[in-house]
Nanobody, 129 residues
């Protein structure tokens, strides 16, 4: 059974940085894509970033480009989200997700919630102004 466990959330001032981690276990396949989504109070869950574990191709939503970096440690089956220059509007619960659908060619496919098979429990990120 695949499990995703996020960590690293917390409270930070605007302009600060955080690094989120997501450790995957129970994997029985070697090719997959991992992503980060977030959900602010009263809003829909939205895509943040994704990365192919094989090859390292990354995908980002426009609002985080240049500020957030997604990366992996394949040996540990772990994906990271480094968040710099945080803004109050980045405040949300951040969710890690995994999909075995490796055939999408661009951001659109990996930005859809329904593209993902497994989800973590979420970690809270709060950015104060």
């Amino acid at each position: 059974q695949v499990q995703l466990v996020e960590s690293g959330g917390g409270l930070v001032q605007a302009g600060g940085s955080l690094r989120l981690s997501c450790a995957a276990s129970g994997l029985t396949f070697s090719s997959y894509v991992m992503g980060w989504f977030r959900q602010a109070p009263g809003k829909e869950r939205e895509f943040v970033a994704a990365i192919r574990l094989s090859g390292g191709i990354t995908y980002y939503t426009d609002s985080v480009k240049g500020r957030f970096t997604i990366s992996t440690d394949n040996a540990k089956n772990t994906v990271y989200l480094r968040m710099n220059s945080l803004k109050p509007e980045d405040t949300a619960v951040y969710y890690c997700a995994l999909t075995t659908r490796i055939y999408y060619s661009g951001t659109e496919g990996y930005s859809r919630i329904r593209s993902y098979d497994y989800w973590g429990q979420g970690t809270q990120v709060t950015v104060s102004s």
